[in-house]
């Protein structure tokens, strides 16, 4: 264990002891001076004369000093100090050079500092837009991390119809999946329309809940059309084209099957799940439950969605049920994208027993249960520790 401080003047940091040491994952000396009284130390461990672990977090570009959610950087940061050691900071694509200049929290003043930071240890990849991650600039960089041999997780978003494909090729998943296809034309729409007789339609880049409507046959093929405002009166499958063709043509839509889910007082319900690696695999870090509104198509809070506690039990035995797909999910994502320290779940219980796996996200977004949050934290600050080999002995 070691300690560094920031010197505010010349916006960098430097060792307090005489002997040479090294951070980030070129080895960059850093400098020595005397510690002002003043000043916050960070407890950085050691792997022979290299201290670390230094975690870059990339966010989007901003006006604002900080894009995305300010509490859980300032966790990372808080935590890494209460644990073993480390230091976390932010960039955008638009703050490298030949190093990199990004801001890190003043656990001590409670304060963002800019500062001057080496190629760190490891890069997690907290950009919010998914346009960032299709520029060239952002294709750069990782070609970069790949040359200088940098962990990155997670690499990119994900598109939920490219998951699907990914996903049911696994034996040990492809039976949770609803049947999900993607609007490419009118004549295979209808066709998936009149099999299913009730669907949802999502487009395949977005997250919660956002762009979701719902189609479902009533007599003579006349078909009701839902969003999470109204519903349409009966309609003929040529007016639901003229109200879908459009949405379809601008951005890729998939369009899956209604499942029997299980209700709670009539109405849906479902459970977000984190998975984390622990070095080894992919285990459940925590479940929320949603719970819609009456009558709601979508349990994400942001839409009206409300949470339900449950109890330690109940929790258990939803984990022993799920545990082996979401190993299974984690495995898949690598295999498919490159590593995942991290992935969020969407699965409904049915209502004759069993599950249904609805889709997977690539950066999860906060939960609203402290304690989910919060362990989300640590097995972060673990994994960060572990992919960077600063381990305790």
């Given at each position: 264990?070691?300690?560094?401080?920031f010197?505010?003047?010349?916006?960098?940091f430097?060792?307090t002891?005489?002997?040479?040491?090294?951070?980030?994952?070129?080895?960059?000396?850093?400098?020595?001076?005397?510690?002002?009284?003043?000043?916050?130390?960070?407890?950085?461990?050691?792997?022979?004369?290299s201290?670390?672990?230094l975690?870059?977090?990339?966010?989007?570009?901003?006006?604002?000093a900080?894009?995305?959610?300010?509490?859980?950087?300032?966790?990372?940061?808080?935590?890494?100090?209460?644990?073993q050691?480390?230091?976390?900071?932010?960039?955008?694509l638009?703050?490298?050079?030949a190093?990199?200049?990004g801001?890190?929290?003043?656990?001590?003043?409670?304060?963002?500092?800019?500062?001057?930071?080496?190629?760190?240890?490891?890069?997690?990849?907290?950009?919010?837009?998914?346009?960032?991650?299709?520029?060239?600039?952002?294709?750069?960089?990782?070609?970069?991390?790949?040359?200088?041999?940098?962990?990155?997780?997670?690499?990119?978003?994900?598109?939920?119809?490219?998951?699907?494909?990914?996903?049911?090729?696994?034996?040990?998943?492809?039976?949770?999946?609803?049947?999900?296809?993607?609007?490419?034309?009118?004549?295979?729409?209808?066709?998936?329309?009149?099999?299913?007789?009730?669907?949802?339609?999502?487009?395949a880049?977005?997250?919660?809940?956002?762009?979701?409507?719902r189609?479902?046959?009533?007599?003579?093929?006349?078909?009701?059309f839902?969003?999470?405002?109204?519903?349409?009166?009966?309609?003929?499958?040529?007016?639901?084209?003229?109200e879908?063709?459009?949405?379809?043509?601008?951005?890729?839509?998939?369009?899956?099957?209604?499942?029997?889910?299980?209700?709670l007082?009539?109405?849906?319900?479902?459970?977000?799940?984190?998975?984390?690696?622990?070095g080894?695999?992919?285990?459940?870090?925590?479940?929320?439950?949603?719970?819609?509104?009456?009558?709601?198509?979508?349990?994400?809070?942001?839409?009206?969605?409300?949470?339900?506690?449950?109890?330690?039990n109940?929790?258990?035995?939803?984990?022993?049920k799920?545990?082996?797909?979401?190993?299974?999910?984690?495995?898949?994502?690598?295999?498919?994208?490159?590593?995942?320290?991290?992935?969020?779940?969407?699965?409904?219980?049915?209502?004759?027993?069993?599950?249904?796996?609805?889709?997977?996200?690539?950066?999860?977004?906060?939960?609203?249960?402290?304690?989910?949050?919060?362990?989300k934290?640590?097995?972060?600050?673990?994994?960060?520790?572990?992919?960077?080999?600063?381990?305790?002995?």
């Amino acid at each position: 264990m070691t300690a560094i401080w920031f010197d505010r003047k010349e916006k960098i940091f430097k060792r307090t002891a005489p002997s040479p040491l090294f951070w980030g994952k070129e080895a960059e000396l850093l400098p020595f001076s005397t510690k002002p009284g003043e000043e916050t130390p960070y407890r950085l461990m050691l792997k022979g004369a290299s201290a670390g672990p230094l975690i870059g977090i990339l966010i989007s570009k901003s006006k604002k000093a900080i894009s995305g959610d300010r509490d859980f950087f300032i966790a990372i940061q808080q935590t890494l100090q209460e644990k073993q050691g480390g230091l976390s900071f932010l960039f955008s694509l638009a703050d490298i050079s030949a190093h990199i200049t990004g801001v890190f929290w003043d656990v001590k003043q409670e304060k963002w500092h800019r500062a001057m930071f080496p190629f760190p240890d490891v890069v997690y990849n907290r950009i919010r837009k998914r346009k960032e991650e299709l520029e060239e600039d952002f294709r750069r960089f990782t070609r970069l991390l790949r040359q200088k041999r940098i962990p990155f997780f997670n690499p990119h978003f994900l598109n939920k119809y490219e998951v699907y494909e990914k996903l049911k090729q696994d034996p040990a998943i492809a039976g949770f999946l609803p049947e999900t296809a993607l609007i490419s034309d009118k004549s295979s729409f209808h066709a998936f329309l009149l099999k299913h007789k009730d669907v949802y339609i999502k487009p395949a880049a977005r997250s919660q809940g956002y762009g979701i409507r719902r189609i479902v046959q009533g007599p003579c093929e006349a078909w009701t059309f839902y969003t999470p405002q109204s519903a349409h009166l009966p309609a003929s499958f040529s007016d639901v084209w003229e109200e879908i063709g459009p949405f379809a043509e601008k951005e890729t839509y998939i369009v899956q099957e209604t499942v029997p889910t299980a209700l709670l007082d009539g109405r849906k319900y479902d459970y977000r799940v984190h998975a984390h690696y622990n070095g080894t695999g992919y285990r459940i870090t925590g479940i929320g439950v949603r719970v819609a509104h009456p009558g709601g198509m979508t349990t994400h809070t942001a839409k009206g969605g409300e949470t339900l506690v449950l109890s330690s039990n109940e929790k258990m035995e939803i984990k022993k049920k799920i545990a082996p797909v979401i190993s299974a999910c984690g495995n898949a994502l690598a295999e498919s994208y490159g590593f995942f320290g991290e992935f969020t779940a969407d699965i409904a219980p049915g209502n004759e027993g069993g599950f249904y796996l609805f889709e997977l996200n690539a950066k999860p977004m906060s939960f609203d249960e402290p304690e989910i949050e919060a362990a989300k934290t640590r097995k972060l600050a673990d994994l960060f520790y572990a992919i960077t080999g600063f381990l305790e002995k």
